[in-house]
């Protein structure tokens, strides 16, 4: 079987589910973590024939996917800003809305501000790692998370990236800080339960709803914590950065604003509010 020979059969069987050049997308983050020279190998060469191993490695990835489990636990990896990071049903996979809040990070600071930050629901570490990437003299990051698997898994993740993160299985609401940060970052569960029935089948059926969603009766719950505790968690010139529900902009912008000086809402790359940066002094 050539390349193009197994992306006319894929095309076959995941039409169902994927569009042509999702199919295409998907083989390459098979290609990939097969070798990293495999897929330029494939197109350069179209008659190239896939040995027996990669033929049967790619059967099992086609029909694992329709099987709706997402691309990234099948493999095992997902993409965040450049980097590879683990993740396993029961860990949250990495979205590019928090690559960006990442990014509004890194851009606030030099990168050579040795800052003490922290990772409020680290999950896979990916927030954490990142940072610690970008701001290598940071003088100290922390990152909890309630989950046993996402703190184990994001343990793996540190050491993988060698960086110094102190990962912490722990509770936000019970959590007491040992020290002042100048930044606290938080993606907490913020999806309605009542928004199920507008998300994917892949989604709903493997990722970990605890780190997802939150009751209709009390959507903002982890950010009235989040925004209260953060406050007196951070140095005078501290920042709190928090991504959102495009739903609640406004509410988690006047919650912020009860505490803290200057509050902006930042819209995604898909123009929808969805992350808040606050703080404690107006610089």
Known sequence: MTYYELLHWARIELSDFYTTEEVRMLLRYWADDCDAKLYTKLLSDPILVLDEPHQN?????????KSGRPY???LGTSWFRGLAFEVAEGVLIPRPETEELVDWICATYSSDNPLAILDLGTGSGCVAISLAKH???????????????????????????????????ADMFEYSANYSYDVIVSNPPYVRTSEIKVMEANVLDHEPHEAL???DDDPL???????????????????????I????????????????????????????PRMIQAKKRDL
Do not use: P
């Open 213 to 215: 969603f939150v009751s």
């Open 135 to 169: 701001f290598q003299r940071a003088a100290k990051i922390h990152a909890i998370d309630l989950s046993t698997s996402a703190v184990e898994c994001a343990q793996r993740n540190t050491v993988k990236h060698q960086v110094r993160v102190g990962i912490e299985r």
């Open 245 to 272: 529900n495009e739903n609640f902009g406004a509410e988690v912008k006047s919650l912020c604003q009860q505490r803290y000086a200057h509050v902006e809402l930042r819209d995604d790359f898909r123009g929808k």
């Open 72 to 74: 990234q636990y099948i």
């Open 57 to 65: 490695s790619a059967n099992l990835y086609v029909q694992a996917l």
């Open 221 to 243: 719950v982890y950010y009235r914590h989040i925004v209260d505790w953060s406050f007196d968690a951070l140095n005078e010139n501290g920042m709190l950065f928090l991504e």
